[in-house]
């Protein structure tokens, strides 16, 4: 017998519980789970349980400013080797992490298995894609911090890049802030 709504829903808010996980239940069909990362700090996941099956949906990062055919490649060849979600983009081009699952094959298990899936892959994926699509952002952030005596620690999984390029060469923000941060969703989902 397949699950209803109502049992998948209670299925999830238990798993979500015993997982010890950051969540709110701000409709009844939508649970939004925060997951802690290393790389990226943080990914919220949105856990919407339809009439037949269960939405996943998770922000990964914005739309990149750079190098987009090996970006996409990446994206696509990644979605080979994963579990239960897929990378995909937006109608703005920001990347999300997405996925549907029958209600019948919702369990605590299961449940748990694609947050794993999920967290992994954003946490993963992250510094990556941040190379691939923001290298000349993170180059104008570490000259921008550089130069104001700022602390550059957040930077430090991408030295081998000012290694290799040494200044952007880009002047900073004209409003005197930083470049944008690539994982601030510019809209959408």
């Known amino acids: 017998m397949e699950q209803t709504r109502a049992e998948a829903a209670e299925t999830i808010r238990r798993a979500l519980d015993d997982a ?90 299961e449940i748990d298995r694609l947050l794993g899936v999920v967290l992994e892959t954003s946490d993963e994926s992250f510094n990556t894609l941040l190379e691939l699509g923001f290298a000349t952002s993170i180059l104008r952030e570490w000259e921008w911090r550089t130069e104001r005596g700022e602390s550059t620690r957040n930077l430090d999984a991408f030295t081998h890049l000012i290694a290799r390029g040494g200044s952007a060469g880009a002047a900073p923000d004209p409003a005197g802030g930083p470049p944008p941060s690539p994982e601030a969703p510019s809209g959408g989902a």
Do not use: Q
């Not at 939004?32 to 996943?56: E, M």
């Not at 400013?65 to 490649?73: K, S």
């Open 20 to 109: 010890e996980v950051t969540w709110e239940r701000p409709a009844d069909d939508t649970f939004v789970v925060t997951l802690p990362g290393t790389r990226k700090l943080k990914t919220t996941c949105a856990l919407r349980v339809g009439r037949h099956s269960l939405t996943v949906t998770a922000f990964v990062v914005r739309r990149p400013d750079e190098n987009h055919e090996a970006f996409y490649r990446w994206l696509l060849t990644r979605n080979v080797r994963m579990y239960g979600v897929a990378f995909s983009l937006d109608k703005l081009g920001d990347v999300y992490l997405t996925g549907r699952l029958p209600l019948h094959a919702i369990t605590p298990d």
